[in-house]
């Protein structure tokens, strides 16, 4: 079996051009996995955006509706304080009003 140099040639050809085409079409693949994983991993990141984001929201409304125990036991003693304050003065009164009958 003999080959002429054109057959040679044009059988290395289309072997380069087999090999260029499974090459580019290898990339194609190649890209667009690599493409899958980072918009998946920018999914990721912006999901963790949207929690950071809520947390801060939660974390800055927190102290308007939460109290504290202390802040209740402080309220709630000067509340008892004022309504110490207002029978004393009623027990006067009627001291006072009785003295005077």
């Known amino acids: 079996m003999e080959f002429e140099l054109w057959h040679l040639v044009l059988l290395l050809m289309a072997f380069f051009g087999c090999v260029g085409t499974f090459g580019k079409v290898l990339l194609a ?31 800055a409304e927190l102290p308007l509706q939460y109290v504290r125990r202390e802040d209740y036991v402080r309220n709630q003693t000067v509340i008892e304080a004022k309504l110490d304050a207002v029978a004393s003065k009623i027990e006067n009164l009627q001291l006072k009003t009785k003295g005077v009958s």
Do not use: S
């Open 29 to 59: 693949q190649f890209e667009a996995r690599l493409d899958e994983r980072f918009n998946g991993l920018e999914d990721g990141h912006t999901k963790a955006l949207e929690v950071e984001r809520q947390l801060l929201i939660f974390k």
